[in-house]
């Protein structure tokens, strides 16, 4: 799968607002037959950052994704609303899904 995490920086009076002004992103990337994922988190230290943590089948899923309708809506849209170009890590990796963190298992909940 590709395997993506996105910092974006918001414009202050527009951090809170963030999840609506990006809705029709999410859902449209959420939408797709190869999303996987397509998550928003916003920092706990800073409130203009929010981290997206996307993941796409294989690279033919995350071709469709750059080439929707909604990604280049979004190309248009997102930009006045950020304090600088986001950041991103893009690695593929041999996985289709979450794997478990063996170090915090959590045990006696069966």
Not at 57 to 63: K, P
Not at 75 to 95: C, G, W
Request: charged content about 25%.
């Amino acid at each position: 799968m590709i395997f993506i995490t996105a910092k974006f920086k918001v414009r202050p009076e527009y951090a809170d607002r963030w999840p609506e002004i990006a809705a029709d992103f999410t859902a449209g990337s959420r939408g797709e037959p190869g999303c996987l994922w397509f998550d928003w988190s916003r920092s706990i230290e800073d409130p203009t950052e929010y981290v997206l943590v996307e993941a796409f089948r294989d690279d033919d899923a995350g071709a469709a994704h750059v080439h929707s309708e909604h990604f280049k809506t979004a190309q248009r849209t997102l930009p006045p609303h950020l304090a600088e170009t986001p950041r991103i890590v893009n690695v593929k990796v041999p996985h289709d899904d979450w794997s478990l963190l063996g170090e915090m298992a959590v045990t006696g909940m069966e």
